[in-house]
């Protein structure tokens, strides 16, 4: 168990729909970070929070947007879903925003799109 | 831009037998680099990084990798397959700067045969 969680677990939804995916970092944690697994597109980095602003921005469509709270959970808003958005979305955090610092992944949310 | 090539998509090993997972690194600047194991159905739990200090890194369940720069590589490797060791193997960079997002590789799957 690394100690990030994620919720939920499973998403089945149809096009054009709108999901949110949530995140809790690891106690202590600051920095959190979100990435898509595909099959077609592997793992790729969507975009990185560090005490609750945007730090990076990878290949995250502008349907996709994200934030950070006060109480440094994470949310990621997928809208007007397309089939080629299901995947498995992972969150991430680590202590601070250093390359060096490890980054800890939640067990993923399987998102759907039918 | 960063970016790290597995070669090898599927490795086969016999239990007992040495496991060499291969990963190439291309970085402008000297890079860290981690290896990351996922297993069915699950997140992404890291094995070892690699910071610029040992060139020999030893991480959990007696994986260990050598980063040589002359060859920009980071193998993987473990004397003696367990049949628990059969997973999807992931190598990662991080950069320097302030975009500490990590760029994977495509993979390798690795089963081990009894």
């Known amino acids: 168990d690394s100690g990030v969680t994620q919720t939920p677990k499973h998403l089945i939804t149809a096009t054009g729909q709108r999901v949110t995916l949530r995140c809790s970092p690891r106690s202590g944690d600051l920095s959190v970070y979100w990435y898509q697994q595909s099959l077609d597109q592997g793992l790729q980095f969507l975009i990185q929070?560090?005490?609750?602003?945007?730090?990076a921005k990878g290949n995250i469509l502008e349907r996709f947007s994200a934030q950070q709270f006060p109480d440094l959970h994470s949310e990621l808003n997928l809208s007007s879903l397309e089939l080629g958005d299901s995947a498995l979305y992972f969150c991430a955090s680590s202590v601070g925003g250093q390359g060096t610092n490890e980054q800890y992944f939640g067990p993923g949310t399987r998102l759907t799109v039918t | 831009a960063q970016s790290v090539t597995q070669l090898g998509s599927h490795v086969s090993v016999s239990e007992g037998a040495l496991v060499l997972l291969r990963c190439n690194y291309s970085?402008?600047?000297?890079?860290?680099l981690f290896w990351y194991v996922q297993y069915p159905n699950q997140g992404l739990q890291l094995l070892l990084k690699y910071t610029s200090a040992a060139t020999l890194v030893k991480g959990i369940n007696g994986f260990e990798a050598e980063f040589k720069k002359s060859e920009t590589s980071f193998h993987l490797t473990k004397p003696s397959a367990h049949m628990s060791d059969a997973a999807e193997y992931f190598c990662?960079?991080?950069?320097?700067?302030?975009?500490?997002?990590?760029?994977f590789g495509k993979g390798t799957l690795l089963t081990v045969n009894p």
């Open positions: 970085s402008s600047v000297p890079p860290y």
């Open positions: 929070y560090y005490n609750g602003e945007e730090r």
């Open positions: 990662a960079v991080s950069g320097r700067g302030s975009n500490y997002k990590l760029t």
